[in-house]
């Protein structure tokens, strides 16, 4: 395996590497959460915010197979369950902001759905990431850190 494929593909600790791991992780499930938007809203006409739920769900069992696979290396809790348990909380917690969010531009801006998806999303994905790097998936330095008290 040449060096460069080995650095993409290997599991890393390194904070700067997961978050642009993450980034592409989370790029291709906001194509899988907009395009189930669009579809559902727009194709089906159900209301935006059930789409916008629905869509959600699709896109995070995308980004928690990947994030679990390739993004992070190092996981705090032993029972899977638990921990999809939390990884589902803490994006419930940004669905609950993107719901919120898209409301506010939709219903009183009037800002189109599909461009309030937009700017909503960038915010939700800062939350999910953060959260979840802190509360899910630390790295050994973090463990002795909380370990130490520092």
């Known amino acids: 395996?040449?060096?460069?494929?080995?650095?993409?593909?290997?599991?890393?600790?390194?904070?700067?590497?997961?978050?642009?791991?993450?980034?592409?992780v989370g790029g291709l499930a906001f194509v899988i959460d907009f395009s189930t938007l669009a579809l559902t809203n727009k194709v089906f006409g159900v209301?935006?915010?059930?789409a916008t739920a629905i869509?959600?769900?699709?896109?995070?069992a995308f980004?928690?197979?990947?994030?679990?696979?390739w993004v992070f290396s190092n996981r705090t809790m032993r029972s899977a369950w638990a921990e999809f348990a939390v990884f589902a909380a803490?994006?419930?917690?940004?669905?609950?902001m993107s719901e919120l969010m898209m409301w506010g531009l939709v219903s009183g801006l009037g800002v189109a759905v599909l461009v309030s998806k937009v700017l909503v999303t960038g915010v939700v994905?800062?939350?999910?990431?953060?959260?979840?790097?802190l509360l899910l998936f630390r790295g050994a330095?973090?463990?002795?850190?909380?370990?130490?008290?520092?």
């Open 1 to 24: 395996m040449s060096e460069p494929t080995r650095a993409v593909l290997k599991p890393t600790d390194d904070g700067r590497v997961q978050f642009l791991r993450y980034l592409v």
């Open 47 to 50: 209301h935006y915010l059930i």
């Open 55 to 60: 869509a959600f769900t699709a896109g995070l």
């Open 63 to 69: 980004n928690y197979t990947l994030s679990t696979l």
């Open 90 to 96: 803490i994006g419930l917690a940004g669905l609950g």
């Open 125 to 133: 994905f800062i939350w999910n990431f953060g959260v979840r790097k």
């Open 141 to 150: 330095q973090a463990e002795a850190s909380d370990a130490s008290g520092a």
